[in-house]
Nanobody, 127 residues
Framework: QVQLVESGGGLVQPGGSLRLSCAAS????????MAWFRQAPGKEREFVAA????????LYADSVKGRFTISRDNVENTMYLQMSSLKSDDTAVYYC????????????????????WGRGTQVTVSS
């Protein structure tokens, strides 16, 4: 089993920045692909960004490309999401997800492809 704990959420003004963290524990060494998803009130959970363990290949949703940066520290078993130029549309609960599979790019955005999920951290973008 793998446990995931997100942190770093909060209230930020439009145009501001925030950094989310996701700490993996348990059998963290079995995790290959990690990702961030988000869910706004009344909406489906959507893909934000993903990163592979070995080659650190990344994938981003079009809505965050150029504004968000995903990274991971394989030694510390921690993943990050640096968010900049935040908009009100970015308001959501952000979830960390992990998969034992080393997914190809086309599969990295599918929430059904992830085995473990964190409980989420709230990000609110508002003036």
């Amino acid at each position: 089993q793998v446990q995931l704990v997100e942190s770093g959420g909060g209230l930020v003004q439009p145009g501001g920045s925030l950094r989310l963290s996701c700490a993996a524990s348990g059998r963290a060494s079995s995790v290959n692909t990690m990702a961030w998803f988000r869910q706004a009130p009344g909406k489906e959970r959507e893909f934000v960004a993903a990163v592979r363990r070995g080659d650190r290949k990344t994938l981003y949703a079009d809505s965050v490309k150029g504004r968000f940066t995903i990274s991971r520290d394989n030694v510390e078993n921690t993943m990050y999401l640096q968010m900049s130029s935040l908009k009100s549309d970015d308001t959501a609960v952000y979830y960390c997800a992990a998969a034992t599979a080393n997914w190809i790019l086309s599969a990295m955005s599918g929430k059904e492809n992830y085995d473990y999920w964190g409980r989420g951290t709230q990000v609110t973008v508002s003036s």
